[in-house]
């Protein structure tokens, strides 16, 4: 049995054949094509889940250093400070020197990796694209609050 969801053509129809009459002529036989064809629809619901309240984090006591490998996303967060997403979902805030105006005007920044791999307090800074640099002056631990 053929599967109704599967286009099917027939290509010939042969009514009787030459080759039942015992001549080699095709007279008598005759072609005809038929294509079926379905249209399937799957209709998805989607859901209005209401967004996610965002989280507020608190700042616990952080480490010196920071393992520039180990970083898999930053972002601005707030006026002299920059959230470092770790793997495995971890958050560091790096706070950067008091007066660092640069990030307020670019989203992207660069940290150039060390010798030993670590981004450090007091040791390292980070770059914007205009060439601006803010050094960082400490990384705190953060936590999500209830």
């Known amino acids: 049995m053929i599967h109704p969801a599967i286009p099917v053509t027939l290509l010939a129809l042969l009514a009787p054949t030459a080759a039942g009459r015992g001549d080699s002529s095709l007279d008598g036989v005759s072609f005809a094509q038929l294509t079926i064809r379905q249209r399937i629809i799957v209709r998805v619901p989607v859901s209005r889940a209401p967004p996610p309240k965002p989280i507020r984090w608190k700042e616990k ?13 930053a972002l601005v967060s707030e006026k002299s400070a920059v959230d470092l997403v770790m793997t ?13 105006r640069p990030l307020d005007f670019y989203s992207g920044f660069y940290l150039k990796p060390s010798a030993d791999g670590m981004a450090c307090a007091g040791r390292d800074s980070i770059r914007v694209r205009s060439g601006a640099s803010c050094g960082i002056d400490g990384f705190k631990n953060l936590v999500a609050r209830d």
Do not use: E, N, Q
């Open 88 to 100: 495995g979902g971890k958050r560091i805030r790096a706070k950067l020197d008091d007066d660092c």
């Open 61 to 73: 006591k952080g480490p010196k250093c920071v393992a520039i490998g180990s970083m898999a996303g």
